[in-house]
């Protein structure tokens, strides 16, 4: 009689991958993220402080995303460090998802650890390539605690000079959509 192990282990080895190819990623460009963020319509909020823009909050929240390589798949881990009193109890480790590198404690739902899950979502849906949810989980993380959010590294980027190339990448797309216009014949 033949075991069955074999065959549950293919299975198991084809539903592995078949979850690995579904949850492709992308790589966006600064620029294709700020797009994406003024599409999102995050809102100021009173906790930002009167002096800050809304290109302000963008050009923040772009910066933070650096950290991910702008990898719409991007999951790090983040050891967590053992208390010198304590060392083997209650170690626990998290997760950052996502092309905002989201946290598994806070913002979604990792399924290996207690989380607040703010966004109501599994954290598997921030490491795919649509960032419409991610934007959507960003928004309530800045509704609910904007100070998890955004990277004291970040607080100096000026957004004109952050995005200046951006100016040139959409003058680029401008001609060559101008250039396939013209190429088009209405008759």
């Not at 002096?51 to 983040?78: E, H, P, Q, W, Y």
């Not at 053992?82 to 913002?107: C, E, M, T």
Request: aromatic share 4%; glycine share 4%.
């Amino acid at each position: 009689m033949k075991s069955v192990l074999p065959v549950k282990m293919l299975s198991a080895l084809a539903l592995v991958l078949l979850v690995f190819s579904a949850t492709e990623g992308r790589i966006l460009s600064k620029c294709e993220l700020k797009t994406e963020l003024e599409a999102g319509q995050i809102q100021l909020t009173e906790a930002m402080g009167d002096k800050m823009t809304m290109d302000d909050l963008i050009a923040r929240l772009v910066c933070k995303a650096n950290a991910s390589g702008f990898d719409t798949s991007f999951v790090k881990a983040i050891a967590a460090k053992p208390k010198p009193n304590r060392p083997f109890i209650n170690i626990h480790s998290r997760q950052l998802y996502g092309v905002f590198q989201l946290s598994d404690q806070v913002a979604c739902d990792s399924g290996m650890m207690p989380s607040l899950n703010v966004c109501k979502m599994s954290c598997s849906a921030l490491i795919d390539d649509d960032v419409t949810d991610d934007i959507a989980c960003l928004k309530t993380m800045i509704d609910s605690m904007l100070n998890t959010i955004l990277l004291k590294e970040c607080d100096s980027v000026v957004p004109s000079r952050y995005f200046a190339d951006c100016l040139n990448e959409e003058a680029s797309l401008m001609a060559i959509r101008r250039q396939v216009c013209i190429g088009i014949r209405w008759d």
